[in-house]
């Protein structure tokens, strides 16, 4: 008997912990809340201008060191209860953990600032010591870091009250948004009584069959119908509370707050979309050649997404390890070896079921060293590509364990240099190997995914950057919402409009790959004869996280998001 196919896996979580009623997550919960007392005071040793009695040095280095400790256990725990949560957002044990978790860490948005304060206060004397003193000077970046965002702080009592407000304000709004889209469905055959979720709908985007694609699309604005007074509510409360927030802090434009987020400039953040917007025309010119080739007069929004080509190979999830992995070796026996190790030890989730988030994320687990890929599996190529492009951003974390946890944050425009890559290494060694027909089909699904991320992201900062500046002044309306998201939609190439999304409080956010087309660029240094790793690929990526500029800790792809590089 033939041996039944491999289902696409449920991640384990017990290396972590065993669940919220394991000893050791308690225990990691008390030591947080216990460690947070002990920061602040050390903090109120030094605010206000008093001087500690072992001197300011050595009450910087202890710190950093408390810093780190706290890092490491907030990142892990609310890693835990965000993966747990968005594996099955109906459940009220995550939520009640989510919320305990944030509850314990709200001293720590009031430290932060008050850390902050204190080296403005001895901003000469902290310069000194980064200049001076080895043991200070590793955390120089972070430093500065902090001396940046404190000339973007309220007090240390309302930066306080503004963590607490955010948990039942632009928090909740989006966990609001996350539980609607991840469980609304419809009926989708009368006949069996089959039901279809968001997630599902979407996957049907890619089926050969038009009248599949078709059905799947009329549904899921059905469905996207039925949710939309809600979701509209979501998104105006987010922006909302960021623009009152982001006024408060005294910048100019929310955009301002993205731009250094991503540590950019409006100078940069202004090339890359005109650059973005230069080749507009030939992803039209490619758009209509697709319909061409497909004997339509003009593509309907569920044609975007179609398979060309008569050898549109579907995978196994087998197939998808197996042709991930061994892709990597070609490029990196490191890499490949930690993708099967991923694999091997259940690290990724890719079943699609209800309650499950949509989209794709990698998140880490710095308490154990470990990470975790969300991603939904349809057994389109887009699936190999998808986990290829995580496993990337998981690698790069790998490559980072071992750092300070102070050394871990990087912004969303380093993140998608390994994922991308990575996808890529996987992609063009699977178009060598291709038969002519099977080309045809790989280079448009190619096609696809670059007029997604230069073409239909352009649109939803479009959307964004318009919904920024009206949320200053009104709420806006679902039908105001729809009318805005269709007129950015046209505004690149034209279209119907997709279903609602919320994002996060950056815009900017939507245009990480955009800014990452680089490793598209530097396949060409290593695609004739052995592949060889970049030899500057890794000191490149940790020069993002202990660079000159401001940045933030970032989430993407529909959830806590921690990225990385080759």
Known sequence: MAEAEKKPPRWSLDSVFRGFEDPAYGAAKENLGRLAAEYLAHLDRASGGKLPPEGFASWLAGALSLQERLSTLARTLEAYCGVVYTTDTSNPKAMAEINAVEEISLPLAKASVIFADILASREAETRSLIEGDSSIGRFAFHLEDALFWQKKSLSPAEEDLAADLARSGADAWGRLQEQLTSSADCLWDEATGERKTLVELRSLAFDPDRSVREKAFRKEQE??????????????????????????????????????????????????????????????????????????????????????????????????????????????????????????SSWIDA????????????????????????????????????????????????????????????????????????????????????????????????????????????????????????????????????????????????????????????????????????????????????????????????????????????????GPYQAGGL
């Open 351 to 558: 079943e699609s079921r209800n309650g499950k988030v949509g989209g794709a994320y990698c998140t880490d687990m710095p308490l154990v060293k470990e990470t975790r890929v969300l991603c939904n599996f349809d057994g389109s190529f887009n699936t190999v590509t998808t986990v290829a492009h995580e496993l990337g951003h998981a690698f790069h974390s790998w490559v980072l364990k071992d750092e300070s946890s102070l050394h871990q944050d990087y912004p969303m425009t380093l993140a998608e240099t390994a994922s991308i890559f990575a996808e890529t290494i996987v992609f063009h060694s699977v178009l060598e190997k291709a038969s002519p027909e099977e080309k045809l089909t790989l280079l448009e699904a190619h096609l696809q995914d670059g007029c997604q991320i230069l073409v239909d992201i352009l649109s939803r900062f479009y959307f964004e950057t318009s919904l920024l500046e009206s949320r200053a002044k009104a709420e806006a309306s679902a039908e105001e919402l729809k009318e805005k998201m269709l007129a950015a939609q046209r505004r690149p190439r034209g279209g119907r409009v997709p279903p609602l999304h919320v994002a996060g409080e950056a815009p900017l956010l939507q245009l990480r790959p955009g800014l990452l087309q680089l490793p598209l660029c530097l396949r060409p240094a290593f695609r004739h004869g052995p592949l060889r790793p970049v030899p500057t690929g890794r000191p490149l990526l940790r020069l993002g996280v202990r660079g000159p500029a401001p940045g933030n800790r970032t989430h993407g792809r529909g």
């Open 223 to 344: 469905v996207c119908r039925s949710v939309e007074l809600s979701v509209a509510a979501c998104i105006n409360g987010i922006k909302g509370a960021n623009h009152t927030m982001n006024s408060r802090r005294s910048w100019e434009a929310d955009l301002d707050k993205a731009v250094a987020q991503g540590r950019l400039s409006r100078k940069a953040l202004s090339a890359l979309i005109g650059a973005m917007e230069e080749t507009l025309p030939h992803w039209r010119r490619y758009l209509k050649a697709k319909a061409r080739l497909m004997g339509l007069p003009a593509l309907k929004f569920y044609d975007l997404f179609a398979p060309v080509g008569s050898a549109s190979p579907s995978y196994s999830w087998e197939d998808v390890e197996r042709t991930v992995v061994e892709n990597f070796e070609s490029f990196s026996p490191r890499l490949a070896g930690f993708a099967r190790r991923a694999f091997d």
